[in-house]
């Protein structure tokens, strides 16, 4: 009986403590991964999205071992931020006061629908449908590592 308590005891004053104190990242891109090992081509233990809260185990240079669910593993440092915004608050005129993930995502960059349709009515020459066109092309990891193996290219 009181080696229980012990180990109970034990058990309350350090893991409690780790779990109180345990930092969190906010997924700050559309989509991501969270990686076996901290390259940008590892194998994919999990994906991500916009928004998406991750315990932050450890850095490791430029990337933070975190977990998400039940997978542990790497994602980089621009994916991610330890700040959260609520976009609840946020009146949205003429609209529904919803708003896409990627409109947040490209909001906290800096590009709003009004910063985007200024530029647009200074420059009519630019051609947005291509970028859209591009933005739709999906590259399987496989394929890109096959692309960098293929062509020599060192991985980062």
Same mark, same amino acid.
């Given at each position: 009986?009181?080696?229980?308590?012990?180990?109970?005891?034990?058990?309350? &004053?350090?893991?409690?403590?780790?779990?109180?104190?345990? +930092?969190?990242? &906010?997924?700050? &891109?559309?989509?991501?991964?969270?990686? +076996?090992? /901290?390259?940008?081509?590892?194998?994919? =233990?999990?994906? %991500? =999205?916009?928004?998406?809260?991750?315990?932050?185990?450890?850095?490791?240079?430029?990337?933070?071992?975190?977990?998400?669910?039940? #997978?542990?593993? /790497?994602?980089? =440092?621009?994916?991610?931020?330890? =700040?959260?915004?609520?976009?609840?608050?946020?009146?949205?005129?003429?609209?529904?006061?919803?708003?896409?993930?990627? +409109?947040?995502?490209?909001?906290?960059?800096?590009?709003?629908?009004?910063?985007?349709?200024?530029?647009? #009515?200074?420059?009519?020459?630019?051609?947005?449908?291509? %970028?859209?066109?591009? +933005?739709?092309?999906?590259?399987?990891?496989?394929?890109?590592?096959?692309?960098?193996?293929?062509?020599?290219?060192?991985?980062?």
């Amino acid at each position: 009986m009181k080696k229980h308590f012990i180990i109970t005891v034990f058990i309350i &004053t350090v893991f409690v403590p780790l779990l109180l104190f345990a +930092e969190s990242v &906010t997924v700050i &891109t559309k989509e991501n991964a969270v990686r +076996e090992y /901290c390259k940008f081509f590892a194998p994919v =233990k999990a994906k %991500v =999205k916009y928004n998406d809260k991750l315990d932050m185990l450890s850095q490791q240079g430029d990337w933070f071992k975190v977990r998400f669910m039940k #997978a542990e593993g /790497c994602i980089h =440092k621009t994916a991610v931020e330890s =700040k959260t915004a609520s976009l609840t608050s946020i009146p949205l005129s003429g609209s529904s006061g919803r708003v896409s993930e990627n +409109e947040a995502a490209l909001a906290g960059k800096g590009f709003t629908p009004q910063v985007e349709a200024s530029y647009r #009515a200074k420059h009519p020459e630019m051609k947005y449908y291509l %970028v859209d066109k591009v +933005e739709a092309i999906n590259v399987s990891d496989k394929d890109l590592a096959l692309f960098i193996n293929n062509g020599g290219l060192k991985q980062p």
